[in-house]
Nanobody
Framework: VQLQASGGGLVQPGGSLRLSCGYSGFTLDYYALGWFRQAPGKEREGVAC??????????HYADSVKGRFAISRDNAKNTVYLQMNSLKPEDTASHYC??????????????????WGQGTLVTVSS
């Protein structure tokens, strides 16, 4: 199982970024995939996740990003995206994607995910 996150960068408040998580070695039919972030001095927190298709197949969002972020997937490209709109300075963090066999619903508990990609840094600043 491999995951690779990309797409981070510097953006002004109110701007948008789209993160990508390319994966291999598993299928989203059976694996859940989550996006997490970690700011300096803070614990890693879940941002968004998508449940396995054989599970609920539903997506979930942290309250702090609801209405601003959207998770989507392209099965043909083995990629999951995190579209981030209306970015705020408090969204500044390293962002990670993670996956594991989690049924029936994805979770925001990092310990449930055994497979992680490297982080991609998102900086929201004027």
């Amino acid at each position: 199982v491999q995951l690779q996150a990309s797409g981070g960068g510097l953006v002004q408040p109110g701007g948008s970024l789209r993160l990508s998580c390319g994966y291999s070695g598993f299928t989203l039919d059976y694996y859940a995939l989550g996006w997490f972030r970690q700011a300096p001095g803070k614990e890693r927190e879940g941002v968004a996740c998508v449940s396995a298709s054989d599970g609920t197949g539903t997506s979930h969002y942290a309250d702090s990003v609801k209405g601003r972020f959207a998770i989507s997937r392209d099965n043909a490209k083995n990629t999951v995206y995190l579209q981030m709109n209306s970015l705020k300075p408090e969204d500044t963090a390293s962002h990670y994607c993670a996956a594991d066999y989690i049924m029936p619903d994805c979770t925001f508990y990092p310990v449930m995910y055994g497979n992680w990609g490297q982080g991609t840094l998102v900086t929201v600043s004027s």
